[in-house]
Nanobody, 124 residues
Framework: VQLQASGGGLVQAGDSLRLSCTVV?????MGWFRQAPGKEREFVAV????????SYSDSVKGRFTIFRDNNKSTVYLQMNSLTPEDTAVYYC?????????????????????WGQGTQVTVSS
């Protein structure tokens, strides 16, 4: 299983950026995590397997949106109103298999597959 994340870059505060994560052959809840320099990796957003439920960290709620295309092959993280505190390496991840369609895990332990990470840098 391969997850390919892309879309990172250098932007200014207030700008928007959209990250993409291509996943083939998996029907799982999909999440985004991030790791800032000197900090532990943290949960950002998750989309349930069925696509009908999302969950966000408090720090990004109202600014970020997670969604996927109709083929379920690409998961996106739309990031608006970016701040320097959003600077981090962003990782997409596919959750472990779970029977609940609306399951939205926020813990790393609930994820089985990880992408390689894409750098997002927000300048002030």
């Amino acid at each position: 299983v391969q997850l390919q994340a892309s879309g990172g870059g250098l932007v200014q505060a207030g700008d928007s950026l959209r990250l993409s994560c291509t996943v083939v052959g998996l029907d799982r809840a999909m999440g985004w995590f991030r790791q800032a320099p000197g900090k532990e990796r943290e949960f950002v957003a998750v989309l349930s397997r069925g696509g009908g439920r999302t969950s966000y960290s408090d720090s990004v709620k109202g600014r970020f949106t997670i969604f996927r295309d109709n083929n379920k092959s690409t998961v996106y993280l739309q990031m608006n109103s970016l701040t320097p505190e959003d600077t981090a390496v962003y990782y997409c991840a596919a959750a472990i298999a779970h029977p609940r369609t609306f399951w939205t895990p926020v813990e790393e332990i609930s994820y089985a597959y990880w992408g390689q990470g894409t750098q997002v840098t927000v300048s002030s």
